[in-house]
């Protein structure tokens, strides 16, 4: 018998937990946390726990298959790539390069940026600019208003801070290493402040709970700067020296007294200044903000940038327990050729493509449906889906499902059958992090731990093969050699690693637990000042006010609420949230796991025991829920862990799909958000 234990990471979902996978004559036996992964520290949450399972799930398909008359056949990868060469090709001559769009998936984007920048580069080799990302409703809005504020992206650092707020998060389903890291620094004294309308755990555990209507948390973030300013609280050394604006921000906030604020957010009025004056005297503090809660809103990015304002003015920038930046591995550059043509939802949404000349490079995928059905301002005719599933996970589904089915060419890579794939023309069969060899470098990014890994390859599975190869294969196969030398991933690997002294051999036998790439720096902005054009904190943004935005964040009515839309809140007098995450699936994926399907085994409306009443319901009654887009229908959770008159729906059920509910249109003026956690809608009792 063969047996070794191989050193890698999880990717069941982006937090990228070290572990330790047995191997017995060839087949995964065993699945332990990583003991000394500097993320996880042993833990593996139920997810991790479910990995062989997942391996092994009989619904993989293994091979590439192509529709012919409505069903499934079986071809050769050869057969495959051949097929989308001459498609792509066809398209292009008909219509234009443009005509072929790409979006990715979270699976994807979390391939490290290896992946990322392969389709990148394949789709400029091509000519195409159409290329999108499930970033059109998720973290994107942080990080764009992290580098108009700050000059780029920081953490919040709960593992050494006196104070943390959790923020439109629910760590202990959607990220449990942080919320395991909260309880230990808890042990330590650590002071936890949660921003949530639901009573989750960690809610009912914190020394203080704040539970703003849907939507409105950008408005309590101002009136917590009025309360910090006029009683004097803020760093006055720091925001002397190291911002730009504060003066401006001084008058605009007289506009969110806390008693106003206190009647947008339904938050009491003394319980805001209680919040702010914590918040601005505490020896450190941080705000660890939901990955997308305060993304999929109206605010989407004056409230991120309204978070990096408190942490600013309050003093705990680029500090032990505020917010501080990892260093990063260097990296060759993964070069693109220059397109004339911008893309699709960039003519409005311009800081979703670049901002200070910094290029995310990717069009607002919520504006695609409509330019698929309607073929302006260009058609587009060919979707390569790369690990995604958007007829469930993007708002408005009947749409995208009119859309797709509308399109002349669909390619879906995953792993299993999903909505999406079932109406495309080709599926691709993609390995599982256990198959291929990748760069996990984001640790520091997003946790600011400076560590770098190489996810290995330790099986494979059929004819599965990794995204980074099949974008590779079928660059060489469109006659790209020159732009793409390297001979497979590991080759592309070792490019990229090159400028770091390390490479996939090296990370593999040498460093199979990963190495450190540096320390956090604290108080480096003192030395360089802020990565902005300004070099300090920008509270008042030039860039945004040259482009007809508000330069210092301001509160907007969610699109479709009480207030902002009283007629059509007497036909869906009810608030509806949706997507807080369950722990154990990862959006549309792992319902079919059995293990995990046991444990959480149909979705399920959240309602306050007094809405409850008032519709005559109890736990468990089977009821519709309808907006003005569509109806589901599931049960009620009936409760006293959520605000009265909300309605808290998950994502990710084909069942009870909720994005028939949600909207494409965008709720964000500057970026094009949807609105997913803040919309009207109605219920009743049966079906
Ligand atoms: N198990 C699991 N983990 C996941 C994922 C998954 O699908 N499953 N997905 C991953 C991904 S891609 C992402 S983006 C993250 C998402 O992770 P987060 O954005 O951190 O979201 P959640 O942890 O679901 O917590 C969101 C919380 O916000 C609350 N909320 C709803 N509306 C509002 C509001 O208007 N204001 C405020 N303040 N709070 C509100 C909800 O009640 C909920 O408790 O999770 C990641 N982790
Ligand atoms: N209403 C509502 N909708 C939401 C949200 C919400 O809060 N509310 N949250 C949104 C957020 S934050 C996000 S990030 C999106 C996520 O949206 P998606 O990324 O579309 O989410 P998944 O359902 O996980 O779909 C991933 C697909 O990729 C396949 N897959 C898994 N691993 C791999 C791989 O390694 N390679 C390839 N090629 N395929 C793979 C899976 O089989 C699955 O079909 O959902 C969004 N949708
Ligand atoms: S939190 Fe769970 S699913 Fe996510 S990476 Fe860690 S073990 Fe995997
Ligand atoms: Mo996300």
């Given at each position: 018998m063969t047996q070794k234990v191989v050193q890698t990471t999880c990717q069941l979902c982006y937090l990228g937990c070290g572990i330790d996978v047995t191997v017995e004559n060839g087949?995964?036996?065993?699945?332990?946390g990583s003991k000394g992964f500097p993320l996880n520290e042993g833990f593996l949450c139920i997810k991790g726990r479910s990995m062989i399972e997942y391996q092994y799930d009989p619904d993989r398909i293994l091979h590439?298959?192509?529709?012919?008359n409505g069903k499934w056949q079986q071809i050769s990868w050869d057969e495959a790539l051949d097929l989308i060469k001459g498609k792509l090709l066809e398209i292009k001559q008909n219509y234009g390069p443009q005509a072929v769009a790409i979006t990715i998936g979270m699976p994807v984007l979390l391939s490290g940026t290896s992946a990322v920048s392969m389709i990148r580069k394949f789709a400029h080799a091509f000519g195409s600019s159409s290329i999108f990302s499930v970033e059109s409703i998720c973290f994107r809005s942080q990080v764009i208003s992290y580098i108009l504020t700050l000059g780029r992206y920081y953490v919040a650092d709960p593992r050494n801070s006196k104070l943390t707020v959790v923020w439109g998060k629910n760590p202990e389903n959607s990220a449990p290493p942080l919320a395991m890291w909260i309880s230990k620094a808890r042990k330590e004294g650590l002071q936890l402040i949660v921003v949530d309308p639901r009573v989750t755990n960690i809610a009912s555990r914190a020394d203080m709970h704040i539970q703003p209507r849907p939507g409105t948390d950008c408005a309590l973030m101002l009136g917590m700067m009025n309360v910090i300013i006029n009683e004097k609280l803020h760093d006055e050394d720091f925001v002397n020296n190291w911002t730009v604006g504060f003066d401006k921000l001084?008058?605009?906030?007289?506009?969110?007294?806390?008693?106003?604020?206190?009647?947008?957010?339904?938050?009491?009025?003394?319980?805001i200044k209680q919040f702010a004056r914590k918040f601005a005297t505490a020896e450190s503090a941080c705000i660890l903000q939901g990955t997308n809660a305060l993304?999929?809103?109206?605010?989407a990015?004056?409230?991120?940038?309204?978070?990096?304002?408190?942490e600013a003015i309050t003093g705990n920038l680029d500090k032990?327990?505020?917010?501080?930046?990892?260093p990063m591995l260097p990296k060759s550059p993964v070069t693109v050729k220059e397109l004339e043509r911008m893309p699709l939802g960039i003519d409005k949404y311009s800081p979703f493509y670049s901002v200070f000349g910094r290029e995310f490079g990717e069009g607002q995928a919520m504006v695609l449906?409509?330019?698929?059905?309607?073929?302006?301002p260009y058609p587009v005719k060919a979707l390569i889906v790369s690990g995604s599933n958007p007829l469930m996970t993007w708002p408005e589904s009947k749409k995208v499902k009119e859309a797709f089915e509308k399109l002349d060419f669909l390619v879906v890579m995953g792993q299993v059958m999903s909505e999406t794939a079932e109406i495309a023309d080709l599926f691709l069969p993609a390995a599982t992090f256990l198959e291929r060899n990748e760069l996990n470098d984001y640790y520091s990014t997003l946790w600011a731990i400076p560590h770098v890994m190489l996810r290995k390859k330790i099986l494979q599975s059929g004819e599965a093969w990794s995204d980074l190869t099949f974008w590779l294969e079928m660059a060489k196969k469109m006659g790209y050699e020159e732009e793409f030398p390297w001979q497979d991933e590991d080759a592309f690997i070792d490019y990229l690693l090159e400028p770091s002294g390390y490479d996939v051999k090296a990370l593999t036998e040498k460093y199979p637990g990963g190495v450190n790439v540096g320390e956090v720096k604290y108080e480096a902005y003192k030395k360089k000042g802020f990565n902005t054009p300004s070099k300090k904190v920008e509270i008042y943004s030039e860039f945004l006010n040259n482009l007809g935005h508000d330069p210092i964040p301001t509160y907007k009515e969610p699109p479709e609420s009480p207030e902002n839309s009283p007629e059509l809140a007497k036909e869906f007098p009810l608030i509806l949230t949706t997507g807080a995450r369950d722990k154990h699936f990862t959006h549309s994926q792992h319902r079919n796991l059995p293990t995990l399907r046991r444990k959480s085994s149909e979705p399920f409306a959240e309602i306050h025991v007094d809405t409850a009443t008032q519709y005559g319901l109890t736990d468990g009654d089977l009821i519709s829920v309808q907006t003005k887009r569509g109806t589901i229908k599931l049960k009620a959770k009936v409760t006293e862990r959520i605000l009265p008159g909300i309605?808290?729906?998950?994502?990710?059920?084909?069942?009870?799909?909720?994005n028939l509910l949600t909207s494409l249109e965008a709720a964000d003026p500057i970026l094009g958000y949807p609105a997913l956690k803040a919309l009207l809608c109605r219920i009743s009792k049966g079906s």
């Open positions: 087949k995964i036996t065993k699945v332990t590439p298959m192509k529709k012919v001084v008058e605009h906030v007289q506009d969110y007294p806390p008693e106003k604020v206190a009647k947008i957010t339904r938050v009491p009025e003394e319980k993304d999929q809103t109206s605010t990015l004056n409230s991120s940038r309204a978070i990096a304002i408190l032990k327990g505020g917010f501080v930046k990892g449906p409509d330019t698929i059905l309607t073929g302006e309605i808290n729906i998950p994502h990710g059920w084909s069942e009870a799909n909720i």
